[in-house]
Each structure stands twice: as structure tokens, then as C-alpha cells.
């Protein structure tokens, strides 16, 4: 800790910034209070979400569910994927992406990220494609939107169920199409660090009635009250059946109500967000020792994350040094992810490291800074001059840095 002794002690008082947070007005209050004086659950306000979540994603359909790991638990178990079937996913995201593979009984197979971009890469995809393959669980990581057009070649050749993992992806587009319109079936969350939030909360969209219709089932208990679908039809009123295995992943009012409220802001929360990834991007492009995400140009992005990489070559600090130092600097930065079969859980299934080397390398050098619709263009110069502060302190050639950094 001696080396960070030069950290932290300038200015004072600054509150620590945390790399996320969500943005609750009047109108989201006031919302809220409405739906408690209505129906607490299955209530009129759920068919008011799926209706704007569908505005919002262009998508026919829209389930909203409890949160994002349920809608792609739900998903999985709607593209059938189950005992002995392969899913690829990539390796950079959160557990939850492969493990909704693991709650069908499936395995997830692990694909390597671009390096630039740090989306999955298409390449690595089509190497791991067997007669065993179902389905691939794609995440739009930061928020970029992944390679479509090659995705979805891949998928159609080989009869693959392509699932989007759009948890950070919401308000992006793919050469003009907002992200939810575009796979089989696109998973949303929104956990309160996400771009809109319910508090607890996620959705589905899809296309594809028959999956719709199946989304909805599973999503109460496997339940219909639709005669079609039942064994034992009768025209008893209260008559139910189930007719599958399903769960209680139901969203209440009170948070559809919330996320109502917040959709509406979308539009400026994505603008927010985009004029600090370029602020981020503008002053970071003079960092040497830091690397920008490349955006790939189909992809509209609203970034739900801003991923800084250090460039060890040119530093005599690793990244959990500069991570520390950054820390005292009361910048909170956290990193997103640890590659998922990297978790001694997956360990314990027998995945090895070595998988998906840049991914594993993306690991070593990556943190996740403040980006989020509050945040002020001083906070974000503060973040800016932490990072330069402590990449000149760590740079191995000081000399460029000096003229870089001030
Ligand atoms: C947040 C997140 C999820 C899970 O969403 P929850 O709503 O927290 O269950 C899944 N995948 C990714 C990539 C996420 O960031």
C-alpha cells in the first residue's frame, strides 16, 4: 500500500463515485404511489409495460417477468434446450447468461470475445458449432449491440435458437433496429444499475407467437386457461390446467408502474449516456497506456458500461493496482466479468482455463468506471483526471506521459 500513499489526498471531500446508479424522479414516485392504490399484481399495469416494451423494442411481443435471469431461464426453456443439448455463450458476461443453459440441463459452451470490441466473436462461434449445438445465448456487453448479420447466418444454417442477452442493451440499435426486434427472443433486465430499472425486473421479447404463448405459460406455473392448449377442455369459468412445469416469475404493478415511468425518460437517458462514453472516449484517446472499446459501426449504442483496459506493456502496475489507486482517488470502479467458467462452480463441472484466451486476458486488464444518467460533466472530469493521475504515476515512459497528461 506505500506506492498508494499518493492517492486520495486530493480534493477533499469528494464523494466516491460508483460505476452505477439509477435515476428516480418525481413522476416514478408518483407513479408508484398509483399502482399501490390499484392492483399490487396481475394487474392492468403489466399489459401497459409489455405494450411500451414493445414500442420501445419494435418487437411483437413482450413478456414481462420478476427480473432479467428469470426472462432468460424462460427463454432457454422455450427454445427447448434441454439434457445433452449445447448452447454457446460468451465467456465475458454475467453468470446468469450460461446459467440458465445449466437450468435446462444443457452445457454451456464457451465462445472468445473480439478482442477490440469485447463482444462474442462470430469466428469462435462457428468453431464450436457440433451436431450437439442448440442454440447460442449472445450478450450485447457495455451495451454495443453483438454482430448480428453473422449470428444470425450461423444460426440459420445450423438450426440454432439464437437468445439475446440485451440486459445492458436496451435503447441500442443494429443498423437502425432497436435491439428486441432482431433475435428469437431478446432478454431484458431491469436491476437498478441497468439503463432503466423496475428495481427488480425483466422481459422477453420475441416475434414468434407460438414462443410468446409459451413464455406466458411458463411464466405462471406452467397454467393456461386457454382451452387449446389444455388436455381436459371444459367451459367450467373456473377451470385452469397445468399443462407444463412452469414458475411464479411474475412482475408486480408496483414495478411495472415504475418501469412505465422510466421508459419514458429512455430517450434522454441514452442520450446521457452516450455524451459521457465520447467525453470518456475523447480524453482517453490520450492515455497511452489505456485502451478505448471499439464500436463497431452497425451498432447505435446506448453503453450501459464504460470498460477502461489498462495496457500492462506500458505500465509498471497490474490492474489490481490501478484499481486501488483509482479507488483511494474515490473513483469505485468494479470490474465486469470474471470469465463465467472461471467461477469455481464451473470449475467444479470441469471447465479448465486456457478457453478463451482473450477473454482471459480482457479479465486481467478491465474496469468498469462511472457511467451512469446523473452523473455531471465535473464528475466525469474528475473520473477522467484520476485515470490520468494514476496512469502517470504507474507509466513506464514518463516522459510522453508528461506531455499527454496535463
Ligand atoms: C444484469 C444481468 C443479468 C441478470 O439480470 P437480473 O435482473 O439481475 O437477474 C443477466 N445478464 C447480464 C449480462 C446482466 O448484466
Known amino acids: 500500500m506505500e506506492k498508494l500513499a499518493i492517492f486520495g489526498g486530493t480534493p477533499a471531500c469528494r464523494n466516491p463515485l460508483s460505476y452505477g446508479k439509477q435515476y428516480i424522479d418525481g413522476e416514478d414516485i408518483a407513479a408508484v404511489t398509483e399502482a399501490l392504490c ?35 431461464h424462460l427463454a432457454a426453456m422455450a ?102 426486434s432482431i433475435a428469437d427472443m431478446t432478454c431484458f433486465s431491469f436491476h437498478p444499475v441497468k439503463t432503466v430499472t423496475s428495481g427488480e425486473g425483466g422481459a422477453v421479447t420475441t416475434d414468434d407467437e407460438r414462443l410468446y404463448r409459451r413464455l406466458l405459460r411458463l411464466r405462471s406455473h406452467g397454467i393456461t386457461r386457454n382451452r387449446e392448449e389444455m388436455a381436459h377442455p371444459t367451459d367450467a369459468r373456473w377451470y385452469n390446467e397445468q399443462v407444463e412445469l412452469g414458475y411464479n416469475y411474475r412482475i408486480t404493478d408496483i414495478q411495472a408502474a415504475l418501469l412505465v415511468s422510466q421508459l419514458k425518460k429512455l430517450p434522454e437517458f441514452s442520450a446521457r449516456r452516450k455524451a459521457l462514453t465520447a467525453r470518456y472516449d475523447a480524453a482517453f484517446a490520450q492515455v497511452p497506456e489505456v485502451f478505448v472499446q471499439r464500436e463497431i459501426p452497425e451498432s447505435d449504442t446506448t453503453r450501459h458500461l464504460y470498460i477502461l483496459r489498462i495496457r500492462p506493456e506500458l505500465l509498471s502496475c497490474d490492474r489490481r493496482q490501478f484499481f486501488d489507486a483509482l ?80
Open 38 to 72: 390499484g392492483d399490487l399484481t396481475c394487474g392492468p399495469k403489466i399489459g401497459e409495460l409489455e405494450q411500451a416494451l414493445c414500442r420501445v423494442t419494435g418487437a411483437k411481443y413482450a413478456v414481462a417477468v420478476s427480473n432479467g435471469t428469470a426472462a432468460l
Open 79 to 180: 427454445a427447448g434446450f434441454g439434457q445433452g443439448d449445447e448452447v454457446i455463450v460468451s465467456a465475458v458476461t454475467f453468470a446468469a447468461s450460461a446459467n440458465c443453459i445449466l437450468y435446462c440441463g444443457g452445457k454451456p459452451v464457451f465462445a472468445d470475445i473480439d478482442p477490440e470490441t469485447y463482444n462474442i466473436d462470430p469466428k469462435s462461434v462457428e468453431k464450436l458449432i457440433t451436431s450437439r449445438t442448440k442454440g447460442i445465448v449472445a450478450v450485447d456487453f457495455t451495451g454495443q449491440a453483438v454482430r448480428h448479420d453473422e449470428l444470425r447466418e450461423l444460426c440459420r444454417r445450423h438450426g440454432l435458437t439464437f437468445i439475446e442477452d440485451a440486459a445492458h442493451a436496451i435503447g441500442t440499435r443494429y443498423r437502425g433496429r432497436p435491439v428486441g
Open 327 to 406: 479507488w483511494m482517488e474515490n473513483v469505485h470502479s468494479q470490474v465486469h466479468y470474471l470469465p463465467v467458467y472461471w467461477h469455481s462452480y464451473y470449475e467444479k463441472l470441469g471447465y479448465e482455463k486456457g478457453l478463451c484466451p482473450n477473454a482471459e486476458k480482457y479479465y486481467q486488464e478491465a474496469m468498469s468506471l462511472p457511467l451512469y444518467y446523473g452523473l455531471t460533466d465535473e464528475e466525469a472530469d474528475q473520473v477522467i483526471a484520476a485515470v490520468k493521475k494514476v496512469a502517470a504515476y504507474y507509466a513506464k515512459d514518463r516522459t510522453q506521459s508528461a506531455a499527454s497528461r496535463t
